[in-house]
Structure formats: C-alpha cells, structure tokens
T-cell receptor
C-alpha cells in the first residue's frame, strides 16, 4: 500500500530564517506531488505541483520554492521566512496521468514564524 | 474564475439525525468532484468522489453525496450522524482544464458539530 510521510509535524522559526519541509511517498512510482497551505484552519491553497523529477509548477507568487530531487521526494523551501508564511502545510500525491484520481495527504506541518 | 462554495461555515446536528453539508461549484465543463474530512491538526482524508455515472455516490464511514448537474451541486449526506463525525469537511473539484495534473480547487470548509 501507499504511504506519505511529511515532517516535521510542528516547526517554530524566526523571521528571516531558512525553511525546509520534506515529503516522501512510498509504494508508488511517478506520482503527482503537491504542496498546499491551509491558513487559519480553513481552505487550502495549492502552492506547487510536480508531475516528474525536476518539474515544478508554481501556482502563486510567494516567498517559497519547491524541488523534487527524486521521484518520490518533494521539498518545500524558503531562504528567508516571513511572518505571513505561518500556516499549516500539507503535502499530497496522486496517481500520474490519471484523470479523476483522488489525492492522498500527509499529516501536515504546522509552521509558526515568530 | 473557477470556484467551489461551501455556504455554511458550520453545521450543527444531533446524533442520530441525518446530516447534509452543502457544496456548489462554478467550473467550465464536467469536473470531477471530491469530499475530504479533516480532524484537528491532521491531514485530509478522502471520503468519496464523483467521476461519472450514478448521481448518488457512496463513500467511507457511511457518507454519500449527491451530484446534481443542473444545480452544480455535490452535497454530502449521512442518514444518521455520529459524534465522531464532528470534523472539518472540504468539497473539492478538479476541472477538465486541469487535465491530468490532479490539481484540486477546494471550498473553504464546513465544520460539522454532532451533539450527543
């Protein structure tokens, strides 16, 4: 079966510090990968998605970047965090090139920028 | 712009009563439709989806959803609510224009509170 791991679960970082959140998927190959942000416990906003190694699409302009160095690894980064980067970050995967497939989510990372 | 609306921030229901969580969408073409549930400080769990076919879709934990094309709605239902159903529920759509990317547009979520 497929599993998705996301870490850390919680993170408190000072403004201006770097960020690295990691997500890995097991039990599948060539997944679509996604980073979402959830603000104030409500709606989710898609930040990045990837359909393959090194292929990253950004959905919104922001202070964050994403990378996919391996097939099942997706990393969310920032060089200098802003207060507005605080939120709940969720990694997800879905089957590649399969219309109508559902996404499977990790447990999320609660990021607080202080 | 393509969007998903969940008109109720919160739905309150007594245990044992039926529940409905509403969702409408504004999308070009025929989208794929999804419901997810989120417990506090956790990721989203997939409940059910509509791709094509029968308008009534059955999913996990006794939930079902009814697709209504003319009203562009996809309401989540359960015949008898449990206290353990209390959570945040999200409706999501994947428009045809998103093709095989799997990207989803989410509603703002509805908090379901089931009281004993």
């Amino acid at each position: 079966s497929q599993t998705i791991h996301q870490w850390p679960a919680t993170l408190v970082q000072p403004v201006g510090s770097p960020l690295s959140l990691e997500c890995t998927v097991e039990g599948t190959s060539n997944p679509n990968l996604y980073w979402y942000r959830q603000a104030a416990g409500r709606g989710l906003q898609l930040l990045f998605y990837s359909v393959g190694i090194g292929q990253i699409s950004s959905e919104v302009p922001q202070n964050l970047s994403a990378s996919r160095p391996q097939d099942r690894q997706f990393i969310l980064s920032s060089k200098k965090l802003l207060l507005s980067d605080s939120g709940f970050y969720l990694c997800a995967w879905s089957r590649l090139m399969t219309s109508g497939t559902e996404a499977f989510f990790g447990q999320g990372t609660r990021l607080t920028v202080v | 712009a393509q969007s998903v609306a969940q008109p109720e921030d919160q739905v309150n229901v007594a245990e044992g009563n039926p529940l409905t969580v509403k969702c409408t969408y504004s999308v070009s073409g025929n989208p794929y439709l999804f419901w997810y549930v989120q417990y506090p400080n956790r990721g989203l769990q997939f409940l059910l989806k509509y791709i094509t076919g029968d308008n009534l879709v059955k999913g996990s934990y006794g939930f079902e959803a009814e697709f209504n094309k003319s009203q562009t709605s996809f309401h989540l239902k359960k015949p008898s609510a449990l206290v353990s159903d209390s959570a945040l529920y999200f409706c999501a759509v994947s428009p045809p224009s998103y093709s095989n990317t799997g990207k989803l547009i989410f509603g703002q979520g509805t908090t379901l509170q089931v009281k004993p």
